[in-house]
């Protein structure tokens, strides 16, 4: 059983990958008000206190952060940093940080998003910090040590949440598909790779009982 770490834990997303591992793993849940602790992740020293805290740790993931919306003629400086500053530099300082404190062969999973792949109109803050922490994932997975696997999951929409933000819910997803890729990385050795949770749903609803996830770093 694996201790593992979820920053986001009361989202949608994060309720949805502690509901999936919490049979074999050693969860404990964070979020910004509520949960077993809590960190904001604009500020560095919250985070570091979230570690001290917590101590040494097998896994972690996060699925907090947010981002805004707006078009590149009408959004302002303030709309990039709160971005900037909640979803980029928050999860790279969660990783920072958490380096001190992962076992060997651990792991750290960020979230990342569609948009960051597959922008919108009027979506520049949200698909500039997405396309960047894929960034960021892709090199910090090349300077870890000690077999310390780094990756993201890039979600679809929840179709909960376009439900709540009045868009269509074609090409959505559900928090508890989504998971599932979330799964594949616990599960996994892959590093370095951004995951669509689209395959491993599909993957999952073709009911393949063969499906073995130590094999999957290959369709991210």
Request: hydrophobic letters at 45%; proline letters at 3%; a positive charge.
């Amino acid at each position: 059983m694996r201790k593992i770490i979820i920053v986001g834990a009361t989202g949608t997303i994060g309720k949805a990958v502690c509901d999936l591992l919490i049979q074999e793993h050693k969860i404990i849940r964070v979020g910004n008000r509520h949960g077993d602790y809590t960190v904001d992740l604009r500020s560095k020293a919250s985070i570091e206190n979230l570690f001290k805290k917590i101590g040494a740790f097998d896994g972690l993931i996060c699925a907090a952060g947010a981002t805004r919306f707006g078009n590149v003629r009408e959004i302002s400086d303030n709309d990039l940093i709160s971005s900037i500053n909640s979803k980029l530099l928050g999860q790279i300082n969660l990783v920072r940080i958490a380096l001190h404190y992962v076992n060997p062969k651990g792991f750290i999973t960020l979230t990342s998003g569609m948009l960051g792949r597959e922008p919108w109109p009027n979506t520049v803050p949200t698909a500039v910090v997405n396309a960047a922490l894929e960034g960021f994932v892709r090199a910090a997975a090349l300077d870890v040590e000690k077999g310390v696997r780094i990756n993201a999951v890039s979600p679809m929409f929840i179709n909960i949440t376009a439900k709540k933000m009045g868009l269509t819910t074609t090409g959505t997803m559900s928090a508890p598909e989504t998971a599932l890729a979330y799964k594949a990385i616990v599960e996994g050795d892959m590093s370095g790779q951004i995951l669509d949770p689209r395959k491993f749903s599909a993957l999952e609803a073709s009911g393949n009982d063969s499906v073995d996830w130590w094999d999957l770093q290959n369709v991210a």
